[in-house]
């Protein structure tokens, strides 16, 4: 997984899998298929509520395993199967204001049966963007920097 | 939470005091040691670390003359967690996603 600034306020996360994307797509879309593997590893996805189509809802409601709770929840602008998916979203807990909401865009290309995965997510706010960026540049800031690039160089 | 990153954030955004806490970073300065690199006068740097202050990222020392800078470590850590968790997340998840699509018909 590579995780790299873009433009803007974006961030891009590219990934690759070793299946076609006609699966990876249904992975993102079927809240049966989600609840299988979206969120880390110490939290489940206990509420996975999805209206597909355009302008419709999506709700997902995720439990740690300290009990803590997180509702993340958006809408469809785009739905083009098995290719592209582009959808808002708000962190109801973390980002209270209604200004805060990026928008999600998953790009699916497929080669010889693997798919490579681009999900650009557009941040509400260019500050958390420049952060990514310093974190790259001034990498004698923190000494938590240098762990940081190092976790988005690997795995 | 979500306001001290943003505070954190917005401080962090300017290139300036990206290199003013690069500078910190390898031990604490007077304006006046801030300001030679940059080739700004000293009111010009005191107006980014009053930013800095703010956002916690910098304290102020209380030596009368000097009043030394020094960077404070915890809100920088703040930020970092935040990425590393929000890296984490997605990598997480997609280690999952790859043994469900080895399972999918």
């Given at each position: 997984?590579?995780?790299?600034?873009?433009?803007?306020?974006?961030?891009?996360?590219?990934?690759?899998?070793?299946?076609?994307?006609?699966?990876?797509?249904?992975?993102?879309?079927?809240?049966?298929?989600?609840?299988?593997?979206?969120?880390?590893?110490?939290?489940?996805?206990t509420?996975?509520?999805?209206?597909?189509?355009?302008?419709?809802?999506?709700?997902?409601?995720?439990?740690?395993?300290?009990?803590?709770?997180?509702?993340l929840?958006?809408?469809?602008?785009?739905?083009?199967?098995?290719?592209?998916?582009?959808?808002?979203?708000?962190?109801?807990?973390?980002?209270?204001?209604?200004?805060?909401?990026?928008?999600?865009?998953?790009?699916?290309?497929?080669?010889?049966?693997?798919?490579?995965?681009?999900?650009?997510?557009?941040?509400?706010?260019?500050?958390?963007r420049?952060?990514?960026?310093?974190?790259?540049?001034?990498?004698?800031?923190?000494?938590?920097?240098?762990?940081?690039?190092?976790?988005?160089?690997?795995? | 939470?979500?306001?001290?990153?943003?505070?954190?954030?917005?401080a962090?955004?300017?290139?300036?005091?990206?290199?003013?806490?690069?500078?910190?970073?390898?031990?604490?300065a007077?304006?006046?040691?801030?300001?030679?690199?940059?080739?700004?006068?000293?009111?010009?740097?005191?107006?980014?670390?009053?930013?800095?202050?703010?956002?916690?990222?910098?304290?102020?020392?209380?030596?009368?003359?000097?009043?030394?800078?020094?960077?404070?470590?915890?809100?920088?850590?703040?930020a970092?967690?935040?990425?590393?968790?929000?890296?984490?997340?997605?990598?997480?998840?997609?280690?999952?996603?790859?043994?469900?699509?080895?399972?999918?018909?």
């Amino acid at each position: 997984m590579k995780v790299i600034v873009g433009t803007g306020r974006d961030i891009v996360i590219t990934r690759e899998f070793a299946a076609p994307r006609a699966r990876v797509f249904a992975a993102h879309t079927e809240p049966d298929l989600l609840m299988r593997w979206f969120g880390p590893h110490d939290w489940r996805l206990t509420v996975c509520e999805i209206d597909l189509r355009i302008g419709g809802g999506w709700r997902y409601v995720m439990h740690g395993s300290q009990g803590q709770e997180m509702v993340l929840r958006g809408s469809y602008l785009e739905i083009d199967p098995p290719a592209r998916l582009v959808t808002t979203e708000t962190n109801v807990d973390c980002h209270a204001r209604a200004d805060h909401e990026s928008i999600a865009t998953l790009e699916l290309t497929e080669n010889a049966g693997r798919t490579t995965l681009t999900n650009t997510i557009r941040f509400p706010t260019r500050e958390i963007r420049d952060a990514v960026v310093a974190s790259g540049m001034d990498r004698g800031v923190a000494q938590g920097y240098d762990r940081l690039a190092h976790t988005m160089e690997t795995s | 939470m979500t306001a001290v990153l943003d505070a954190t954030f917005a401080a962090l955004a300017d290139p300036t005091r990206r290199a003013i806490l690069a500078r910190l970073a390898r031990g604490e300065a007077s304006v006046k040691d801030l300001a030679a690199p940059f080739d700004m006068t000293q009111p010009a740097i005191s107006k980014h670390l009053k930013v800095l202050e703010r956002a916690g990222l910098v304290s102020r020392g209380r030596d009368a003359q000097r009043r030394p800078v020094r960077l404070e470590a915890e809100p920088m850590r703040a930020a970092t967690q935040w990425l590393v968790t929000y890296h984490q997340f997605w990598a997480e998840s997609y280690e999952r996603l790859d043994s469900l699509l080895e399972e999918l018909p």
